[in-house]
């Protein structure tokens, strides 16, 4: 019996050590509870991000169906078109300027999200914010699966018309809520999606170029295509307002319909401005700060901006042609095979929308890699270093895809993906407590060992910074009470809540601000301006370690070595 266990135990051993994340002594990285190589600062050699590279990382961002059909809500809760455009522009220029706040970090130090909330909630403080961010990518990921797949479904029926008449008798259960063809057109969605899940982000350079280049040019020739068959566009255009003040009813006034908008417009995005520092990281230096401010403004306002005036534009043409208002590109697209009958038409129109389909599907394809995936395997990998890199956590969040089961989210938990379309009631608390921790309290500086060590100054108590769950809390706390009452539809619940709720961002955001600059002031942090007097992970090039007052590691010291905090020399300034 001994002899048997020892054997398992020395198979179990040899299996973990199979199963462990490698790591390269010479290039300064280390697989333990808190780190490997994928977590620690980034070193210039995997640092290959250029102005062009965060260009087409926004771009993504933007060239999607969510932005396509962004004047559709607007629109349907009585504004002008007018007023819509100013709605998306407005909320757009806020996205860009909050996701420029929370990436400084990543290219000052070249860390990310999953390793910065180290210093602001301690070391197991941030599986808070870490778990928050894993169940949003897992569900954000098998939703935009579930868009990726009609758009998929499109492009087969293009090639096999038959394929939009394919009985659901004997293909499903009764009780599922989805279509034969949504199916299929998933599964090939999800499962052609994978082998990108190899590529590192330091290598993202071409797929960013391909997709944002053929999906760009399929919406100029979606839009050339309709103002020249319509020869105009349709009413929808043209669309007033319908908002009537009115303080004394229950009717809101125009200001509050647009902040509600602006609000919701940042919400949708909240999820994807925690991810700057996950790829801010990546900056070749840090004088790509400027490059990453102009690709971020760039492509988030004109580009965001410009693809949603395509959208209203084509959809209102399209109103034209067809007599019916089609936001939904999946839709659009269907029906322009289609004849007033039904039936498919010309192999002419097939194979322009095919190849209309194809460019939405690559980039709603890469923008769920890049945004869902990667950022899910980040998150993965800060939870269990030892075993999760970005690459297995990439292929974790891939594969809880069929576990969330978007088919029912989409069409029958339609209160649920509401709730996580307003998570910036959450989102917002966070990057408020990053930023004022990062800018005001640790005023830009970090010592990175500590990032990666429970002895360090960032163990807190117990491991966790007990100034920021409860303001954290007081954040959300006065605004979830409208998230709940504006889900649940209760039109005659007091005011000042639906009130509250249209401003949550921004009400979350300076609430969690300024209260943990206040509790910081009471309750002072100690060692605040110590930083690595040695650039221990070998992350920094000569110019960068003069420029944040590091020494070069020498080249004889080890990694182990390199990691031990009281060998760590220290710097205050």
């Not at 920021?468 to 709940?484: F, M, N, Q, R, Y």
Request: net charge positive.
């Amino acid at each position: 019996m001994t002899v048997s266990l020892q054997a398992f135990h020395h198979s179990l051993t040899r299996a973990r050590k199979v199963i462990q994340v490698s790591a390269n002594e010479e290039e300064h990285e280390k697989t333990d509870s808190w780190s490997n190589r994928d977590l620690i600062p980034l070193p210039p050699q995997r640092r290959t991000w250029g102005a062009f590279e965060y260009y087409g990382y926004w771009s993504l961002s933007s060239l999607n169906v969510a932005a396509w059909q962004a004047p559709s809500s607007f629109l349907t809760e009585g504004l002008s078109v007018g007023q819509t455009m100013a709605v998306i522009l407005i909320g757009r220029t806020i996205i860009g300027l909050f996701s420029t706040l929370v990436a400084w970090c990543g290219l000052r130090w070249h860390i990310g999200f999953t390793i910065q909330n180290r210093f602001s909630w301690g070391m197991r403080g941030s599986y808070i914010p870490l778990l928050q961010r894993v169940l949003l990518n897992f569900i954000w990921n098998a939703i935009q699966c579930w868009t990726g797949g009609k758009l998929v479904a499109v492009c087969v029926t293009a090639v096999f018309p038959s394929f939009q008449n394919i009985n659901n008798t004997h293909k499903l259960p009764r009780n599922t809520p989805a279509t034969a063809t949504e199916m299929i057109g998933f599964f090939l969605f999800w499962f052609f999606s994978i082998p990108f899940l190899w590529i590192p982000p330091e290598r993202f350079r071409r797929p960013f170029l391909v997709t944002c280049v053929y999906c760009g040019v399929a919406m100029i020739c979606m839009l050339i295509w309709s103002l020249a068959v319509a020869k105009g566009v349709g009413p929808v255009f043209y669309t007033p307002a319908t908002v009537k003040p009115s303080p004394s009813s229950w009717t809101w006034n125009t200001a509050w319909i647009m902040l509600k908008c602006i609000n919701s417009t940042i919400g949708g995005n909240a999820a994807g401005m925690t991810n700057g520092s996950d790829f801010s990281r990546y900056a070749k230096s840090p004088r790509q700060a400027l490059r990453y401010i102009i690709g971020t403004v760039t492509c988030l306002i004109g580009v965001g901006t410009l693809v949603s005036l395509v959208g209203l534009v084509v959809t209102a043409a399209a109103q034209k042609i067809y007599g019916e208002i089609y936001w939904n590109p999946p839709d659009l697209l269907l029906r322009m095979m289609q004849n007033d009958d039904g039936s498919i038409t010309s192999s002419k129109a097939r194979a322009g929308v095919f190849f209309l389909a194809l460019g939405f599907s690559l980039t709603a394809g890469f923008e769920n890699i890049c945004g869902n995936a990667v950022a899910g395997g980040i998150d993965l990998a800060g939870i269990w270093p030892r075993y999760i890199n970005i690459r297995r956590g990439a292929i974790i969040t891939f594969f809880a895809a069929w576990i969330c089961q978007p088919w029912q989210l989409v069409n029958r938990a339609t209160t649920f993906v509401t709730v996580l379309s307003s998570f910036s009631v959450f989102l917002a608390p966070l990057m408020g407590i990053m930023t004022c921790d990062y800018f005001l309290i640790h005023k830009q500086k970090v010592k990175l060992s500590w990032l990666y060590e429970l002895r360090g100054g960032y163990f807190y108590h117990h491991g966790i910074n007990w100034r920021a769950l409860p303001v954290w809390i007081a954040g959300w706390a006065p605004t979830v009470g409208g998230l709940s009452v504006t889900v649940q539809k209760k039109l005659l619940s007091p005011k000042p809540l639906f009130h509250m709720y249209y401003i949550s961002f921004f009400l979350g955001f300076l609430i969690s601000f300024i209260l943990f600059y206040v509790v910081n002031l009471i309750f002072p942090l100690k060692n605040l301006n110590e930083t690595d007097g040695t650039d221990v992970f070998g992350a920094f090039t000569v110019d960068e370690a003069r420029l944040l007052r590091l020494s070069p590691l020498p080249s004889t010291e080890k990694a182990g070595s390199c990691l031990d905090i009281e060998q760590v020399p220290t710097v205050s300034k």
